[in-house]
């Protein structure tokens, strides 16, 4: 193996590591939230508004530097940017943080990673891309495997009442976040070739940032103040860590590495965060859940077929 590809092995690999600590970080602020008594929504957005703030300044360098290309934007590629804007942090953060709440943390990892499935859906209905047998068996194994999960975490449980239909709202809201993701990453690769993934990131972030500025309130400010020194310390590894530094190491190794290299290191992400998960929280895992997380990541592997703009973790 040529050093340009190890390196960019070696850094695809660093950066599974990191993206696998988010959902135990995103369970470790949302739980001190709890205990504190925050409201779910004051939890949510405070959580949200940080992340998406702290990340979008640390991306001015690199828009400041890359102006040439942000001058030149077209109006066609603005309203990209704000799909980017609306999908990436929007829509795909705000129904992660509520969901995270409820699942475990190894869960919400494994429904993020739906997100290339539900890509492959979007760019068969939007860009006419060609679903082949593999994608649409990895659609029905995929969704095989979320449903698997949740039914070993009695998410998917029925009572002599019936269905428990005010559990479904944490999964309901990752589904959401997972079709954004998906959406965010269709849209990123609309802009084409001449702006640069991490470019389109950092517009999307600071924009975002700019239009969440109305959402900052009182609320949101003492929600943050129970947080104590850990959870400022998982708060900020999200942002600084997951949103903008491995980020920046992902697009690097995505220069060297093929679809097929890709996706195995999406895939560590999802195994690892489940790893976490069990070992500083004691999450439960059984045969059947981990039945249903192999369904995911083997359906993962189907649909994959070209590197993708990974989720914002």
Same mark, same amino acid.
């Given at each position: 193996?040529?050093?340009?590809?190890?390196?960019?092995?070696?850094?695809?690999?660093?950066?599974?590591?990191?993206?696998?600590?988010?959902?135990?970080?995103?369970?470790?602020?949302?739980?001190?939230?709890?205990?504190?008594?925050?409201?779910?929504?004051?939890?949510?957005?405070? /959580?949200?508004?940080?992340?998406?703030?702290?990340?979008?300044?640390?991306?001015?360098?690199?828009? $400041?530097?890359?102006?040439?290309?942000?001058?030149?934007?077209?109006?066609?590629?603005?309203? *990209?940017?704000?799909?980017?804007?609306?999908?990436?942090?929007?829509?795909?953060?705000?129904?992660?943080?509520?969901?995270?709440?409820?699942?475990?943390?190894?869960?919400?990892?494994? /429904?993020?990673? /739906?997100?290339?499935?539900?890509?492959?859906?979007?760019?068969?209905?939007?860009?006419?891309?060609?679903? &082949?047998?593999?994608?649409?068996?990895?659609?029905?194994?995929?969704?095989?495997?979320?449903?698997?999960?949740?039914?070993?975490?009695?998410?998917?449980? $029925?009572?002599?009442?019936?269905?428990?239909?005010?559990?479904?709202?944490?999964?309901?809201? /990752?589904?959401?976040?997972?079709?954004?993701?998906?959406?965010?990453?269709?849209?990123?690769?609309?802009?084409?070739?001449?702006?640069?993934?991490?470019?389109?990131?950092?517009?999307?972030?600071?924009?975002?940032?700019?239009?969440?500025?109305?959402?900052?309130?009182?609320?949101? *400010?003492?929600?943050?103040?129970?947080?104590? &020194?850990?959870?400022?310390?998982?708060?900020?590894?999200?942002?600084?860590?997951?949103?903008?530094?491995?980020?920046?190491?992902?697009?690097?190794? *995505?220069?060297?590495?093929?679809?097929?290299?890709?996706?195995?290191?999406?895939?560590?992400?999802?195994?690892?965060?489940?790893?976490?998960?069990?070992?500083?929280?004691?999450?439960?895992?059984?045969?059947?859940?981990? $039945?249903?997380?192999?369904?995911?990541?083997?359906?993962?592997? *189907?649909?994959?077929?070209?590197?993708?703009?990974?989720?914002?973790?």
């Amino acid at each position: 193996m040529d050093p340009v590809r190890r390196r960019a092995h070696l850094l695809a690999l660093i950066t599974a590591i990191f993206w696998s600590f988010a959902f135990v970080s995103i369970r470790q602020v949302m739980e001190q939230f709890e205990s504190a008594g925050t409201a779910t929504w004051n939890s949510v957005m405070a /959580m949200f508004l940080v992340r998406v703030t702290v990340s979008g300044i640390l991306f001015t360098p690199l828009l $400041w530097h890359q102006r040439a290309i942000v001058r030149h934007l077209g109006r066609r590629e603005w309203l *990209l940017v704000v799909g980017v804007a609306a999908f990436g942090s929007f829509g795909y953060h705000l129904p992660l943080n509520y969901g995270a709440m409820t699942l475990q943390s190894g869960t919400v990892g494994l /429904m993020t990673a /739906m997100s290339p499935i539900f890509s492959a859906m979007l760019a068969f209905l939007l860009l006419r891309e060609r679903m &082949g047998p593999g994608r649409i068996a990895g659609v029905m194994l995929g969704v095989a495997g979320v449903a698997l999960c949740l039914r070993a975490q009695g998410v998917l449980a $029925w009572s002599g009442d019936g269905m428990d239909w005010q559990g479904l709202l944490a999964p309901g809201a /990752m589904l959401i976040a997972s079709m954004s993701g998906a959406a965010f990453a269709i849209v990123g690769r609309s802009l084409g070739r001449r702006v640069p993934k991490a470019v389109t990131l950092g517009l999307g972030l600071s924009l975002a940032t700019i239009l969440a500025l109305p959402m900052w309130s009182a609320e949101v *400010l003492r929600a943050l103040a129970v947080l104590d &020194g850990l959870g400022w310390l998982a708060m900020l590894y999200l942002a600084v860590i997951c949103l903008w530094l491995a980020y920046w190491l992902w697009y690097q190794a *995505l220069s060297a590495l093929d679809t097929v290299e890709v996706t195995i290191y999406l895939n560590l992400t999802t195994v690892l965060a489940i790893l976490w998960g069990f070992l500083l929280y004691n999450e439960r895992v059984t045969l059947v859940y981990l $039945w249903g997380a192999a369904c995911v990541i083997s359906a993962v592997i *189907l649909v994959n077929r070209r590197p993708a703009t990974p989720l914002p973790r």
